[in-house]
């Protein structure tokens, strides 16, 4: 009797944990060195580009590579989460070759894509410092990757996520009031009691804010939100799309001088609908909060890659890589530099390596606030997006 296929096409933890998810070459590899008796002690670094070049990218993902390396007997250190990087290795293996092959897939996957979102959320918060964003994209991409997309988007400085199942893993309270169905399926006309509806029926704890663009202008939608909820109106959401919203700015300003008009110029004005760090800069100043979607979830992974530098203790590289273990610096005016190991670094430069597994236990904590933090600091120190 044959099993059933699995109901979703989802590679399971216990397949990244025990290294078979993997590329098939790795196991060809695996079995090709024991065949010859062959597991040297190497070194591996996980870099983008051997040297800086301007242009940083924020790093996350670290928590699940390491929980990937422990119980391996390997070392490795690795840059903060929410550090930003310019060149050089991100983090370092070191141990027996055979006891980390198998893991290269997984690893890079856990770094490459969790970087790229985190990313692409640092340039939305920098876009707009003062403004509440929160990550709207998790249905952009594969439901079983939601919680990576949202606790990166909180490591690049986002203040908030939509999806539910996300924050149970994340442990926190996801955001979000209503949708254009919502709207639709009390019929066209009827805008006023789907509000209405959502207001008795939602727990306190939620903010009371009103789609309004659905069938008509947005100015018109929220004057007729105001007058159905009054003061238990917290704010409203233009989701209006991009063949439709004509000049978003403009209609923005249209809408807050109605709102002022009517005495509720405390009614927040939240945005969203295909924004990225240009409308956010555009826009900023005429809106209290952004939800943001494709621009985050979508973004392209950070191209790692995992190269061995040093086999048996003597450098040792592929064609177009550096070999030798390296350090890399931050200095205080925002320099990345890359150097050799044991070798002396910048004289007023940091080293941004720490411990992160030892003997295959990991010995760093994980805080996302803290990573958002250190994010932040460090796209000003090094002066990434913004202006």
């Not at 340039?123 to 994209?137: H, I, K, Q, T, Y």
């Not at 086999?311 to 320099?335: I, N």
Request: proline share 5%.
């Amino acid at each position: 009797m044959t099993s059933s296929p699995p109901a979703f096409d989802i590679v399971g933890a216990d397949a990244v944990r025990d290294g078979s998810a993997t590329d098939a070459y790795f196991d060809r590899t695996v079995e090709t060195l024991r065949h010859a008796d062959r597991n040297p002690h190497v070194v591996a670094e996980v870099t983008a580009d051997q040297f800086p070049d301007g242009d940083f990218e924020l790093l996350a993902g670290v928590k699940d590579a390491a929980a990937l390396l422990s119980g391996h007997d390997v070392d490795a250190d690795a840059l903060p989460e929410g550090t930003l990087f310019d060149g050089g290795p991100v983090l370092r293996i070191e141990g027996t070759y055979l006891e980390f092959a198998a893991l290269e897939t997984s690893l890079l996957g856990f770094l490459s894509h969790a970087s790229g979102v985190a990313t692409a959320a640092l340039e939305c918060r920098r876009a707009a410092p003062d403004s509440n964003v929160l990550s709207f994209g998790a249905r952009h991409v594969h439901p079983s990757i939601a919680a990576m997309v949202e606790r990166s988007a909180l490591v690049g400085g986002l203040d908030g996520f939509s999806h539910v199942a996300a924050g149970e893993v994340l442990g926190r309270e996801p955001s979000g009031t209503m949708p254009h169905a919502l709207l639709i399926c009390f019929g066209r006309g009827n805008q006023a009691d789907a509000w209405r509806a959502f207001d008795e029926a939602v727990p306190e704890s939620v903010p009371r804010i009103a789609l309004c663009d659905t069938y008509s202008d947005e100015k018109e939608e929220v004057i007729r939100a105001v007058e159905t909820l009054g003061d238990r109106l917290d704010g409203v959401r233009l989701d209006t799309t991009g063949s439709r919203r004509g000049d978003f700015r403009h209609i923005v300003r249209e809408v807050r001088w109605e709102l002022e008009a009517r005495g509720y110029g405390d009614v927040d004005v939240f945005l969203s609908g295909g924004l990225g760090p240009v409308e956010l800069t555009r826009l900023r100043d005429v809106a209290d909060g952004f939800g943001v979607g494709g621009h985050v979830s979508n973004a392209d992974p950070v191209d790692f890659a995992l190269d061995i530098v040093e086999v048996d203790g003597e450098p040792a590289a592929k064609r177009g890589k550096l070999s030798g273990t390296k350090e890399v610096y931050r200095t205080p005016e925002g320099g990345h530099h890359v150097g050799l190991r044991g070798r002396d670094g910048p004289a007023d430069g940091e080293s941004l390596m720490e411990p992160l597994v030892r003997d295959g236990e990991v010995v760093r904590e994980f805080d996302i606030d803290d990573a958002a933090g250190r994010a932040l600091a460090d796209a000003t120190q090094v002066g990434f997006g913004g202006e």
